[in-house]
């Protein structure tokens, strides 16, 4: 009996460390050190949230960038891939669908200069990146609708340009709501 009301004392004392305590200092240090990424990293536009740098949004606009294709349509309570196969034919038919879009989209790019990443669902479907070869694909269609010159937009991908993990893992990459607000500031819209 003596190590019955052990147990029953353990597990309240932990449940209260671990379940109670840990968690509130964890947020506690979260909020108080890295608020921003705390809080979701939201972005603001005039005072009115319009959406993550972490998770992608979609993006149908002609004169902004676009992400990825996404496997969830975009919903971060589902995030995750779609787990198809290379040889399943719902993949074979959603990557066709998905360069027929980016075809659609920007008129003239040969199906050879589109790259993999362009039609293929990241893996969690919310990938707020896209690679330098997508974004610089997409810049004779936002140059069109927008009045942007090519250069310009260019250099707003140059200057969000991140670089490989220690310069060896991964690609140039660059987020697609940091070049979309980069636009809306450059044509100063509200």
Known sequence: MVNVWRSIRFTIVFAIILGL???????????VLFPYQAKGSIVSWNGR??????????????????????????????????NLGPTNPALVAEVKQNLQTVERQNPGIKV?????????SSASGL????????ALLQVPRISRVTGISQS??????????????????GQRMVNVMQLNLAILHRMGRS
């Open 21 to 31: 305590i840990y968690p509130l200092l964890v947020t506690g240090i979260g909020n």
């Open 49 to 82: 949230p319009v959406g993550s740098m972490l998770i992608a949004q979609a993006v149908t606009s002609p004169g902004f960038f676009h992400p990825r294709p996404s496997a969830v349509n975009y919903a971060a309570n589902g995030s995750g891939g779609s």
């Open 112 to 120: 050879s200069q589109i790259p993999p990443s362009m039609v293929e």
């Open 127 to 134: 990938d707020p990146d896209i690679s330098v070869q997508d």
């Open 152 to 169: 310009s937009l260019q250099q707003m991908i140059q200057n969000d340009e991140v670089s490989p993990v220690l310069g060896i893992w």
